[in-house]
């Protein structure tokens, strides 16, 4: 019965029903008090509607249940993905994703395929190759996805004097421009989505891919078994996962020395490639021209934003929030005169949690703005409306640290030392006046 009742959570939240995911969760540990995975599910749901609630106590508990999983070998109840955003240790962290990078070379093993013969990895000239670098990407998320929002142009703009791009798509053609964009420019796109895993890593080792580069690492949609068969003979994580992959068999993470500085290192299984600037790779000088434009800009009126106030924003998913950022800026709130907070109901259900936890700490109604999520390029223009963008330390804005950027709206971001929590720094330096945007705890 408790299983039922975990399942029953599962398909609620899925479907963005919040509430009744947490109620479902929390009958069946009643059921089932020793359940794991039901435990950490239900911290999950818990933080993604902002329900600090014995949050202390949950993670204590989490954290204990995740140390005896990976010390008897167990895949972890907590996603790589998930535990990005959660106060964990570096190193607990890496563990978790050595422990799922492991499955997957577990899930590769089933196929029974005997090990790869590989190209050079260098291009070599003669014997009907033509000495271009062979460049493979392979990606869930081409298509309306922020991964394409930001990489859009990259594929077609690779030197195809010295390198052949292929792109390998792990998800149907969803018939969106972002997709079509894609699909156009790369000089080779093959939609994989129908095949068995085997069959694409046998897929590209006959198109003689020399570097394979990753680009979901632990997101939804990912297939990282095709990297555990080790199809090519270099392989890349990069732009999907901002963590390490904790797989032996992924040989590099395409980063930036103010990410993953090499003191950090030993929190990262992969070797660190370093770009220079910004790893964090947009579109927007191609795509987004139109924020520069003033015929296209919003007015505060359009949104019920108050026109003589100072106002803070955190345009961040909800679950990137914790009690302590969220009570530092209520502090903020109640210092700076005449001023307010937009977030985004994002999800929807942490709203009324936010505005309840705010007036507690004596914050006025008026001081707390929501708005719906808009569309993209919507989102983009209306954020230059804001005063100061607030980010999140625990996981920061990525996509959206680049989106206010682009708009123009500045920011205050506390660098820790994961990867996530380091982004929204690198963003910022690269602007040139960054510095001024870093706070140091």
Known sequence: MAEAHANLALAYKDSGHMEAAIKSYKQALMLRPDFPEVTCNLLHTLQCVCNWDDRKKLFIEVEGILRRQIKMSAIPSVQPFHAIAYPLDP??????????????????SRYS?????????????????NGRLRVGYVSSDFGNHPLSHLMGSVFGMHDRGNVEVFCYALSPNDGTEWRLRIQSEAEHFLDVSPMSSDMIARLINEDQIQILINLNGYTKGARNEIFAMQPAPILVSYMGFPGTTGATYIHYLVTDEFVSPMQYSLIYSEKLVHLPHCYFVNDYKQKNQDVLDPNCQHKRSDYGLPEDKFIFACFNQLY????????????????VPNSALWLLRFPAAGEMRLRAYAAAQGVQRDQIIFTDVAMKQEHIRRSALADLFLDTPLCNAHTTGTDILWAGLPMVTLPLEKMATRVAGSLCLATGVGEEMIASG
């Open 91 to 108: 190193m607990l962290a890496l563990e978790i994703s050595r422990k799922y990078a492991a499955h997957c070379s577990v899930i590769a």
């Open 113 to 129: 395929l005997p090990p790869f013969r590989h190209p050079s990895p260098l291009p070599i000239k003669g014997e009907g190759r």
């Open 320 to 335: 990137k929030m914790d009690p302590e950022i969220f009570i530092t800026w209520c502090n903020i709130l109640k210092r």
